[in-house]
Every structure is written in structure tokens, then in C-alpha cells.
């Protein structure tokens, strides 16, 4: 079993950048996918990027963070990373990152295919 640890959220200016991290503990990542996924107010936990922990760390993004959020992996720290620039007011929500074993391109959009989530960051994004 693999636990997870968010950090790194904030408030920051629209137009600004903030990195969150995911670490995680009790088991290496190297048996893992990340998924990152974020939730505002009132709204459905959504998809917001992944990174394969395998052949050479393939990696895929929502259409909204496209170009503008990057996330990357530190494996002698156990750590995923989620780097996001040019933030916008909605980018603001509640940031968790979320790990599965053996995940299919076609499910990895879905909270439902993820084993283990942490309890989330706070990302705040003025105007």
C-alpha cells in the first residue's frame, strides 16, 4: 500500500505559477501511475494530468492545462511533481494527486480507476 501527500498549494495572481508535489510513502512510485486530478466548489473531481511510471514516463493532460501545466517525476524522491504556469482564476480547486498499478490509456481520465489519493492541496488563483 502506497500513501500520498500533497503540497505546494497557495494563492498566487492570475498569470503566476505555483508547483505542487506528491510524495509519497510505505511503497516505492516505481510500481505506480500518477494521475493528478482537481475539484472546485460545488463541482466533480476532474482530470488534470498524468505521468506513466514506465516507458519513459509518457504523460497526458487535459485539453484546459495543455500547455501550460507540466508534470514530471523525481523517482530518487518518490515524488510527482505538478507545475503550473500562467494560472487562471479557474484554475482554482483543490489539487490531488492519485496512484494505480496497471492502468489502460482509455480509463486513466476516471477517478475510479485510482487505488490511493492523497488528501489534497489548496490552489487559489486571484484576478
Known amino acids: 500500500q502506497v500513501q500520498l501527500r500533497e503540497s505546494g498549494g497557495g494563492l498566487v495572481q492570475a498569470g503566476g505559477s505555483l508547483r505542487v508535489s506528491c510524495a509519497a510513502s510505505?511503497?516505492?512510485?516505481?510500481?505506480?501511475?500518477i494521475g493528478w486530478f482537481r475539484q472546485a466548489p460545488g463541482k466533480e473531481r476532474d482530470f488534470v494530468a498524468f505521468i506513466r511510471w514506465s516507458g519513459g514516463g509518457i504523460t497526458y493532460y487535459a485539453d484546459s492545462v495543455k500547455g501550460r501545466f507540466t508534470v514530471s517525476r523525481d523517482n530518487a524522491k518518490n515524488t510527482v511533481y505538478l507545475q503550473m504556469n500562467s494560472l487562471k482564476p479557474e484554475d482554482t480547486a483543490v489539487y490531488y494527486c492519485a496512484a494505480v498499478g496497471k492502468v489502460y490509456s482509455g480509463s486513466l481520465y476516471s477517478t475510479r480507476t485510482y487505488d490511493y489519493w492523497g488528501q489534497g492541496t489548496q490552489v487559489t488563483v486571484s484576478s
Open positions: 510505505g511503497r516505492t512510485l516505481m510500481s505506480y501511475n
